[in-house]
């Protein structure tokens, strides 16, 4: 079936080490994003990405870094720069041109120890 | 700046009662409305989307929404609920500009909390 696959669904950091979560779908989508959600906030868009080997910064791209290789994938790796990095993390795809529909993955908790 | 509001954070209701989750955008262009559910632990599920035509959009699960162009609103109705519904529900819109859109805006959330 086609999805997005988040992985791992639960991760446990230490302080000073960097972590990346995976992203892949099999939906044939050429934009990918990522969000981190915390409580009473909703979701805020971290960085995002329209084609392969191009992505922007989102709202609160900093100490956050990304890649886009392939079209499948879209890792998100989170820096020992971000000061608050215990979060849920959500990966989505859609397409890049469209009413901006997106589909999302299971999520990843990040706790930073 | 486009913005997304969601003025009720949490709204309790009993089984078998009807409710409303109210959103409001901020906009002087034409829009795309969306409402998403989120159960625990997990990802968005798209509940039903406003792209054009009839105001009234019927979604997933016995949702529906009404685009009120003048109020720039987009409230979410289900005429009676159940236990299964308590999740948190998010409200988003994309802006159309030019014809091409922008990334999707996301409200803070309102979570349904179904009370037998």
């Known amino acids: 079936d086609g999805g997005i696959t988040q992985s791992p669904k639960y991760l446990f950091r230490k302080e000073g080490q960097n972590v990346t979560l995976s992203c892949e779908q099999n939906?044939?989508?050429?934009?990918m994003y990522w969000y981190r959600q915390d409580p009473g906030q909703g979701l805020r868009l971290i960085y995002y990405?329209?084609?392969?080997?191009?992505?922007q910064k989102g709202d609160i791209a900093e100490g956050y870094s990304v890649s886009r290789e392939k079209k499948e994938s879209f890792p998100l790796t989170v820096t020992s720069a971000q000061k608050n990095p215990t979060a849920f993390y959500l990966c989505?795809?859609?397409?890049?041109?469209?009413?901006?529909?997106?589909?999302f993955g299971e999520g990843s908790r990040l706790t930073v120890l | 700046a486009q913005s997304v509001t969601q003025l009720d954070s949490q709204v309790p209701v009993f089984e078998e009662a009807p409710v409303e989750l109210r959103c409001n955008y901020s906009?002087?262009?034409?829009?795309?409305l969306f409402w998403y559910v989120q159960y625990p632990n997990q990802g968005l599920q798209l509940l039903l989307k406003?792209?054009?035509?009839?105001?009234l959009v019927k979604g997933i699960n016995g949702f529906e929404a009404e685009f009120n162009k003048s109020q720039t609103s987009f409230h979410l109705r289900k005429p009676s609920v159940h236990i299964s519904d308590t999740a948190e529900y998010f409200c988003?819109?994309?802006?159309?500009?030019?014809?091409?859109?922008?990334?999707?805006?996301f409200g803070t959330g309102t979570l349904l909390a179904v009370q037998p």
């Open positions: 989505a795809s859609g397409r890049d041109s469209g009413p901006g529909e997106l589909f």
């Open positions: 939906l044939n989508h050429d934009a």
């Open positions: 990405s329209q084609i392969v080997n191009d992505f």
């Open positions: 906009s002087s262009v034409s829009v795309y």
């Open positions: 406003y792209l054009s035509g009839s105001t």
């Open positions: 988003a819109v994309s802006y159309l500009y030019g014809g091409a859109t922008n990334k999707l805006i």
